[in-house]
């Protein structure tokens, strides 16, 4: 079992920043997968951003150039640095932990409870 808590959602007006933290507990297997997620009201989680332990990052085209994920290995723990927000990002973010290095996102993993970020125009 892996357990997940993220830290670091709130209010902010658009052009603002905001930096989500997700550390991970328990059965940690070295050789993992942590990301980020979101889902707005009404529409289906997607992919943020990952990063595997061995630094191969994904992200979504609608976060790349304004969204940064980066990770301590020594600490399990992830982040996701967030400038220029649009009121599109508005969603429920959703750390993931996956085993192995898995850079398309999909697959089982362990999920944490999510943190509400809200963008205001």
């Known amino acids: 079992q892996v357990q997940l808590v993220e830290s670091g959602g709130g209010l902010v007006q658009a052009g603002g920043s905001l930096r989500l933290s997700c550390a991970a507990s328990g059965s940690i297997f070295s050789f993992n997968t942590m990301g980020w997620y979101r889902q707005a009201p009404g529409k289906q989680r997607e992919l943020v951003a990952l990063?595997?332990?061995?630094?191969?990052?994904n992200y979504a085209d609608s976060v790349n150039g304004r969204f940064t994920i980066s990770r301590d290995n020594a600490k399990n723990t992830v982040y996701l640095q967030m400038n220029s927000l649009k009121p599109e990002d508005t969603a429920v973010y959703y750390c993931?932990?996956?085993?192995?290095?898995?850079?398309?996102?999909?697959?089982?993993?362990?999920w944490g409870q999510g943190t509400q970020v809200t963008v205001s125009s």
């Open positions: 993931k932990w996956t085993m192995g290095w898995v850079t398309s996102g999909n697959g089982n993993g362990y």
């Open positions: 990063m595997t332990s061995g630094g191969t990052t």
